[in-house]
């Protein structure tokens, strides 16, 4: 099946897909022209912001530490304020900060700090892992089943094409596990883990990856777990547990955004024969059926990264964030004149939808019939798709040398 | 599609620190030029790989992170049009593109050259990726934040 064959656009004519491109080309060139010093100050605000709460946070712990210890009231308030500080500006700086920048959203300013090529940001996954795993194979092959890591983390079954195995049935603890250690799910994350099981992974490679893995996150330890607390003297175990907390709550808050990306009902997954030598109007398309948004205030935006524009992310990921709400106005009208879905709804709902799918998918698809509304009238997979794993580099087809011998006309006469 | 496929399920995934890192298979061939097996050839820019350059901001040269200011070299033409086909490299890296191009005959980094060619290099703070409208198309490069433009003979 190609990805003309997506039953969610067979209805629309080749001209009308290349038409939709067209339209969204040109959103793209009138947002890219027209940034300015507003969209600059928005994110020297947000910086200036987040450093403020940051700097804040450790304060108040400080405070909390060297309070006199008859005021325990005092004590344990300021601690407990100096760690929500410091868990909302961990989410600031690696949702709405960290990730827009290395998507060189804010390049265009020729800024030498906020740049994608120098940011590096609070978190145990090195930026320059990050920039490979997420900016290149998650946005170039989204959902795309043996491709995306991001479809599971290579410990959950996300979808029903994926081959069950026994210890999927693990999978409502894992993913428990992964929500609470995501910081660190994330830094293994360009690792490979399905190769390095396969020992397909070049070992060079791997031991490179796992000792710039090792600085990064011994030096947040370092900061988090020695050096702050050091400074706190006496009261070094409670700003431990403090900047633990703070961790924590971020750790627990992206899980939960990144989780609704893509696994609500509506998100498609694809498959690599879908995705072959597609144009650029068609991979427009593969991002916004791939990917999930959830709507809410102004505030809950930010401090999702704006992911909760995931639609509008997948399409221009290297447009300033603050522009998504006007963007999300026009291709929500686009998707409506042309009849392709347009996946939203609120956080907890797309939350819930993903966590029925964990929870669903732990088991086999024979004993759990439809398990998730994203089928919509097609009849689901009964029996899971041979292993969708990676291949070895001698199992992978050739290229095709005959440039432009598919063509969704031809698929059509095909039909 | 299907080499950006093998790519990603191959080689090239370059995280070192900078231009003195460079993976030993890459000398003598620059990166944007090499296939999942890390073999290549000078005349051809291998499409995934020009992808992988501008989506995980690697330069086309080393493979290794970019940093502060890019480097966009093309023809004077591309340069006019602010569309370049080679992704951006470090200002280090520049020659390793500028020298098979000035020196070379026939098609060289996706280029027909000739001693009539004409060079430039745009020193920029980003660019954006103007992905082809058409299957065979090219993945263009545009500079957003241009710093300076040298014309080469």
């Not at chain 1, 997954?269 to 995705?275: A, D, K, W």
């Not at chain 1, 669903?360 to 398990?371: A, D, E, F, I, K």
Request: charged share 25%; hydrophobic share 40%; proline share 5%.
């Amino acid at each position: 099946m190609a990805i003309a064959d997506v039953k969610e656009y067979t209805h629309l004519s080749a001209e009308q897909v290349e038409e939709l491109g067209a339209r969204l080309d040109e959103l793209r060139a009138r947002v890219e022209a027209s940034r300015d010093a507003d969209d600059a100050a928005y994110i020297h605000r947000l910086i200036k912001t987040q450093r403020g709460l940051a700097l804040a946070g450790r304060v108040a712990m400080l405070a909390g530490a060297y309070a006199p210890k008859r005021h325990r009231r005092l004590r344990t308030g300021a601690t407990a304020t100096g760690a929500a500080l410091l868990g909302l500006a961990k989410i600031l700086e690696n949702m709405e900060i960290g990730h827009n920048v290395m998507h060189g959203q804010w390049d265009w300013m020729n800024d030498p700090e906020i740049h994608s090529s120098t940011w590096e940001w609070d978190t145990a996954q090195p930026a320059e892992q990050w920039k490979h795993s997420h900016n290149y194979v998650h946005h170039q092959f989204t959902n795309v089943l043996g491709y995306d890591n991001d479809i599971g983390y290579g410990i959950l079954r996300m979808a029903r094409e994926q081959k069950w195995h026994p210890a999927n049935l693990g999978q409502p603890v894992y993913n428990s596990l992964l929500a609470l250690l995501f910081e660190w799910g994330v830094a293994l994350h360009d690792l490979d883990v399905e190769r390095i099981r396969k020992l397909e992974k070049d070992p060079q490679e791997m031991k490179r990856q796992l000792k710039q893995i090792f600085r990064k996150g011994r030096n947040q330890i370092l900061k988090d777990y020695i050096v702050y607390p050091a400074l706190s003297g006496p009261a070094w175990r409670t700003t431990l547990k403090a900047n633990a907390a703070a961790n924590l709550t971020r750790n627990l808050w992206s899980y939960v955004i990144i989780f609704c990306g893509h696994f609500p009902d509506g998100a498609l997954h694809f498959t690599e024969e879908q995705i072959e030598d597609e144009t650029r109007a068609e991979w427009y398309l593969r991002q916004m059926l791939g990917a999930a948004n959830f709507d809410g205030s102004r505030t809950l935006h930010i401090l999702s990264g704006s992911l909760g524009y995931q639609i509008e992310h997948h399409l221009f990921p290297d447009l300033p964030s603050n522009r998504y709400p006007e963007i999300a106005v026009e291709v929500r009208a686009l998707c409506e004149e042309y009849g392709i879905p347009y996946t939203i709804g609120p956080l907890w709902k797309q939350y819930g939808q993903a966590l029925r799918t964990i929870t669903l998918l732990s088991l086999p698809n024979s004993v759990t019939g439809h398990g998730s509304e994203k089928y919509g009238e097609i009849t689901p997979p009964t029996a899971e798709v041979a292993d969708r794993g990676r291949k070895s580099d001698s199992e992978r087809p050739s290229r095709r040398s005959e440039l432009g011998g598919w063509s969704r006309a031809g698929a059509s006469a095909r039909a | 599609m299907r080499s950006l496929l093998a790519a990603r399920r191959g080689h090239g995934s370059p995280h070192a620190s900078g231009p003195e890192d460079r993976p030993d298979h890459l000398i003598g061939l620059p990166f944007v030029c090499t296939g999942p097996d890390g073999r290549g050839d000078l005349a051809e820019l291998h499409r995934a790989r020009v992808v992988q350059c501008a989506l995980s901001r690697v330069c086309a040269v080393c493979a290794q992170t970019l940093d502060r200011p890019l480097h966009l070299v093309g023809t004077a033409a591309e340069a006019d049009d602010n569309a370049f086909r080679l992704p951006p490299a470090h200002a280090v890296c520049v020659d390793a593109l500028l020298e098979p191009l000035r020196t070379g005959d026939g098609v060289v980094l996706g280029h027909g050259v000739g001693p009539t060619s004409r060079w430039s290099v745009v020193v920029t703070g980003g660019f954006d990726l103007v992905r082809p409208e058409t299957r065979d198309g090219l993945h263009l490069f545009r500079p957003n934040a241009v710093l300076e433009r040298r014309d080469l003979a």
